[in-house]
Structure formats: C-alpha cells, structure tokens
C-alpha cells in the first residue's frame, strides 16, 4: 500500500449538532452539509491541512452502506491529535473547545514525554488531543 490518506472520516448521529460544533464552536470552514439528495449521501467535509478533509457522516448512513450492524460507540477506540506550534495555542483552543460545549476529559498539562497537551470530547464523544509537542512541530 502506497499511504495517501485524503479523508479522515467521523461518524455522527446527528449531523446538524456536529457541523455547528466544528464551524461554529471551533471555527473551522466549511460549506455545509452537501449531498442530503441522496439517500445515504448527506455529509460534511472540513478542509483541514493541505490533501486532508475532515468528514462527518451519520453513523446509520455508514450502517447501511457497509452493512455492518450500529454498535456502541468506543471513546478510546480512536485519537485525533491537532499539533499547534506553540504551547500556549494548546490552552486557546482547549478554552475555545470547552466554549463550544465539548467535554473537557483532561486539562491541558505538561506531559510524561515532554510536551503539553490536553484532551476533549466533541459531542459524539471522538476524542480529540489538543498537543504541542515541540519533537513534532506542524509544517506552516
């Protein structure tokens, strides 16, 4: 496999609560919800880094076109770390994260590894990392 990840893709159960959550309260851009013609197809795409978008889909849409079965959500079961160059920049959008009604799991503190980092929950409960970690500092 030649790695060429272009879409990071989170499940939701209600898509509307969850593009407010990511433009509004976080402040990411976005157009909206796109595709509601189709039956499975209505979905959010967020424009992240360069090559990268972050999608929200609802959780029975992915049900219905996999064919798996709707199984409980697992908190930890994945992490998504947003790396900021600067330390400080991790308390901005801890605060920013708790203003749009995420669920702050963890204050951001120093960590065992020698970074800063602080973790939050958006309101289907994806974990998000909020990191400086000056060993891996973000191109701009």
């Known amino acids: 496999m030649n790695p060429s990840i272009s879409v990071i893709t989170l499940t939701v159960e209600n898509l509307q609560r969850s593009l407010n959550f990511y ?4 402040g990411l851009k976005t157009d909206g919800i796109v595709g509601e013609k189709y039956e499975i197809g ?3 795409f967020i424009p992240m880094q360069p090559g ?5 889909w609802p959780r029975s849409s992915l049900a219905k ?6 199984t409980a959500h697992c908190a ?14 991790v308390d901005d959008v801890m605060q920013q ?6 669920n702050i799991v963890k204050e951001a503190q120093d960590t065992f590894w020698g ?8 309101p289907d409960q994806h ?14």
Not at 52 to 56: E, K
Not at 127 to 140: A, C, H
């Open 23 to 26: 433009r509004e309260g976080l």
């Open 42 to 44: 209505a979905a959010v």
């Open 52 to 56: 990268l978008q972050l999608a929200l």
């Open 65 to 70: 076109d996999t064919g798996l079965p709707l």
């Open 76 to 89: 930890t079961q994945t992490l998504i770390s947003h790396n900021v160059r600067v330390k400080e920049t």
């Open 97 to 102: 994260a708790r203003i749009a009604g995420a």
């Open 115 to 122: 970074g800063y980092a602080g973790y939050f929950q958006d």
């Open 127 to 140: 974990l998000w990392e909020i990191v400086f970690n000056p060993k891996l500092l973000p191109q701009d």
